[in-house]
């Protein structure tokens, strides 16, 4: 009988079904946690409340200062919450799990949304009908026809706007040439956290009144540019010194009610540290740690940042401060893992809303992406890993929580014990960390413009991608573009099977009347650079109009360039920054094979008809089965295929130089990425049935990874399968997401974490990007779906995070559970 090795994530949950973890003592953080796990999370109304009053207040004023006003508010008026149990305070929203509405992206459907979210299937959130009424009232009417999603939807022309929402109704997106402008504020940042550690929140003001005391009183520049930034720096920084210490009176007061001495005390030293920081320089770890989320906290406040806003290398700004108060004696690892801890419930109880039904699809499971970087190098190009470090690593195994997002960095001379401890914790297979590899990324940002120290120090942003604090600048969201709508268009002539006779596309021609695969592939070529051509169209009005409606006096505070220019963050290009941004293709694997299987079979062995393919398609392969099976036996990207991969290679080479000609007129690097968070499923679910024997409306291959059950060579052949389909020579490309999934059998005892490491230190010397884990049974899977309130502990790698298996729309447990389960290295 064969007994199947189990994960110490399945361990853990097997235990719990039985009821065997009843007697263990729970933790500070566990005990927070257990007040709010499980439940739906609930819209707080506040911000947008307050930020309307505000604006309503301050029309005509410049739009920095205006938003600095907005924050102003919103430290004076909203409540303030200092949660059960808790070290670390500052939350920007009800007890419990909680979602911001900001009206500025969402009020033009803002009324009609609200009444859906509790009813929806993706992400649901409650609300309460005070917080209803105040949102439908109060904030929406103000900002019909205020939105930025507006007045991009009346910039786009009616050529552009039928690949990008449905042209009688532009609150519907096509999933097709999708922008993400419209519902996230800026795409994944990184503050220069460091910053406000070592000045404090009182000196970057004194330095804001001192430059404008230095202006010239008499330039129409300096008083009417330079004069309203600098002023809303000195609001933000008031405003965020006020919101901390309403937090230190809130701790006073009910330390004089608090009967226990123990939590009397703790209640004293929040207090201490909330008087202290963030207007103060940090002078201790706790301190440290306690200013780096009320930063983080404010900054949800200020904007909804796509993926929210990171926390940047953490083991590297807060190891001072942590090495300092251990060797003085008055922080031990256990004191520092408990801080840790309480920022990771903290931040478990913030959940990223969308209000927007597309932003909704894009990030399933209440998706986030906190990431916190680990490892890598220093701006001197030395190994950074630090005791630090490690700490991050053991407070993730044992206390799993799908937040942060551990990204770990690294590089060819990453120590030996930094690659087994990662091993270790991947095995854990709750799929944390994700790597990123600094062979791959160091010399992209360098190519860009970086600087040997800028681009060492890079942290993890978002969900695959990278930022370099105070050198980049870009923060404009970017199109998602479905390359299987393309292919779909190729095989009838420009329409689609979701849309009916519609001519969206190109009229490539009928594919009965190709006579070669270059025929074939040509007219796919045309789709793409048609889809691509609207992306860029499309990028061009964002950057255009973003700085007319959004701004951020709090992220341009921490950042030197926007400082030494007077010019917010948003603003469309700040002299001497690095403007890295993106496009995504979407459906690679899909398109590749359904490729690789219409030249195999259909004009090189002739085994199928053009006829009969599209018969097999358009009848979603039912009574077409023998096709369909003939169609899967083609060669398969993610299998070290030539044949797969040389397609595969061309596709990214043409949209490579599409991007490295066409990037310069939009004065930014926009790279070419594969990172699809969810979005997969969604865009899936306008595609009809493909060439490669995928069933209509299901999920497109993710990221840069093989189509689902493709890659059966085992993963090294998915690594050399990315290495052979990359277009080294060409510098505008970005992040590749890649996932596998392995049993916990192939990592099993020291010989299983030797096989991972192996396999870690094979992806970065083919200079891949990014590699994440799901090490998990796919029967756990199947009887967690099955039996979901059992399994609401069990964590899954979903894109670039990781989400709870039974918070998942079936669709995309569906999608987990189909990706190929590898049983040995």
């Known amino acids: 009988m064969v007994t199947t090795v189990l994960s110490p994530q ?47 207040e301050t029309e005509g004023e410049a739009l920095i200062l205006r938003w600095a006003k907005a924050l102003k508010r919103y430290a004076e008026k909203a409540p303030v919450y200092i949660d059960k149990d808790q070290l670390i305070v500052g939350r920007s929203g009800y007890p419990g799990r909680y979602g911001l509405v900001y009206p500025e992206l969402d009020g033009d459907f803002l009324d009609i949304a609200i009444k859906e979210l509790p009813k929806r299937e993706t992400s649901p959130f409650n609300i309460s009908k005070e917080d209803a009424r105040i949102l439908i009232e109060e904030v929406a009417p103000y900002w019909k026809g205020k939105t930025f999603h507006e007045d991009l939807a009346k910039a786009l022309s009616d050529e552009t706007i039928k690949y990008t929402y449905n042209p009688n109704n532009t609150l519907e997106s096509r999933f097709i040439v999708n922008e993400t402008a419209s519902f996230r504020s800026s795409i994944q940042w990184v503050h220069d ?38 002023n809303a720096i000195v609001i933000v920084s008031d405003a965020i010194i006020l919101w901390a ?74 190891y001072p401060y942590y090495k300092k108060d251990v060797e003085s004696g008055v922080l031990t690892d256990e004191g520092a893992i408990e801080l840790l801890d309480c920022v990771w419930v903290a931040m478990a109880q913030f959940i990223d809303l969308y209000i927007s039904p597309t932003g909704g699809a894009f990030n399933e499971g209440y998706a986030h992406w906190e990431a916190v970087t680990i490892g890598g190098q220093t701006k001197e190009g030395v190994d950074a890993t630090n005791d ?27 120590p030996i014990r930094y690659l087994y401890e990662v091993a270790e914790t991947i095995k854990d297979g709750s799929g944390f960390p994700k790597l990123i590899n600094d062979e791959e990324v160091v010399p992209l940002l360098l190519s860009k413009g970086a600087s040997f120290d800028e681009a060492y120090d890079y942290a993890v942003s978002g969900c695959a991608e990278c930022r370099m604090p105070n050198r980049d600048t870009y923060t404009s969201p970017c199109a998602y573009i479905n390359f299987a709508a393309a292919l779909e268009m190729t095989l009838y002539n420009g329409k689609m099977q979701k849309y009916g006779d519609e001519v969206i596309g190109l009229e490539t021609g009928d594919p009965r009347e190709f006579k070669s695969f270059d025929e074939f592939f040509d007219a796919y070529l ?19 109009l973003r700085e007319q409606h959004f701004a951020a006096p709090l992220s341009s505070s921490m950042h030197r360039l926007c400082l030494e220019n007077y010019k917010d963050i948003h603003s469309a290009h700040i002299e001497g920054g690095i403007d890295l941004g993106y496009f995504e293709f979407i459906g690679y694997g899909t398109v590749i094979d359904s490729l690789s299987a219409v030249k195999k079979l259909v004009f090189e062995h002739k085994k199928i008809t053009i006829d009969e393919l599209l018969e097999a398609t358009q009848n979603n392969f039912e009574g077409y089965e023998a096709i369909r099976q003939q169609l899967l036996s083609a060669p398969s990207y993610g299998n070290n295929d030539e044949y797969a991969d040389s397609i595969a290679k061309k596709l990214d080479y043409e949209a490579l130089k599409f991007t490295e000609k066409y990037s310069k007129e939009l004065g930014v690097n926009l790279d070419l990425r594969y990172v699809p968070f969810t979005s997969h499923v969604p865009f899936g679910k306008v595609v009809s049935a493909t060439p490669n024997g995928r069933f209509s409306f299901t999920p497109l291959a993710d990221g840069s990874s093989a189509s689902h059950g493709a890659d059966v060579n085992g993963p090294t052949a998915v690594l050399l399968s990315n290495f052979e389909s990359k277009n080294y020579g060409i510098k505008n490309r970005a992040a590749r997401l890649l996932n596998i999934k392995l049993t916990p059998s192939c990592v099993d005892g020291d010989e299983g974490t030797d ?12 200079k891949l990007w990014h590699l994440q884990f799901n090490i998990i049974n796919k029967e756990t899977l199947i009887e967690a779906k099955k039996n979901p309130e059992d399994y609401s502990n069990l964590l899954v790698r979903v894109a670039g995070y990781s989400a709870y298996f039974v918070e998942l729309s079936e669709d995309l447990q569906d999608d987990i559970i189909a990706r190929t389960e590898h049983r040995a290295i």
């Open 388 to 414: 630090l470090t490690y700490l991050f690593l053991e407070s993730k195994k044992n206390f799993p929580l799908n937040y942060p997002d551990l990204a770990a960095r690294i590089h060819t001379r990453s």
């Open 10 to 56: 399945e361990i853990r949950i097997e235990s719990e079904i039985s009821n065997k973890l009843n007697f263990i003592k729970k933790s500070r953080a566990e005990k927070i946690l257990d007040s709010f796990k499980g439940e739906r999370p609930r819209i707080d109304a506040y911000r947008a409340k307050y930020f309307t009053e505000s604006f309503k």
């Open 526 to 544: 045309k789709q793409q650079k048609n889809f691509l051509k609207h992306a860029f169209i499309q990028q061009h009005e964002i950057i255009r």
């Open 755 to 766: 096989r991972l490491v192996d396999l870690i230190r094979t992806w970065c010397d083919l």
């Open 245 to 318: 210490r309403r937090h230190g009176d809130l701790a006073l007061e009910l330390s004089k009610r608090e009967n226990d001495s123990i939590r009397r005390d703790e209640l004293k030293v929040i207090a201490s540290n909330c008087y202290r920081v963030p207007a103060y320089p940090a002078e201790s770890f706790y301190e440290a740690v306690q200013s780096q989320w009320f930063v983080q906290m404010f900054s949800r406040i200020e904007q909804k940042t796509g993926t929210v806003i990171s926390n940047g290398r953490m083991d590297q700004y807060l």
């Open 193 to 230: 956290y460091e910053k406000v550690l070592k000045l404090g929140y009182i000196e970057i003001r004194n330095q804001a009144l001192k430059a404008l005391e230095e202006l010239d009183p008499f330039s129409p520049v300096d008083n009417t540019e330079k004069a309203p930034f600098l």
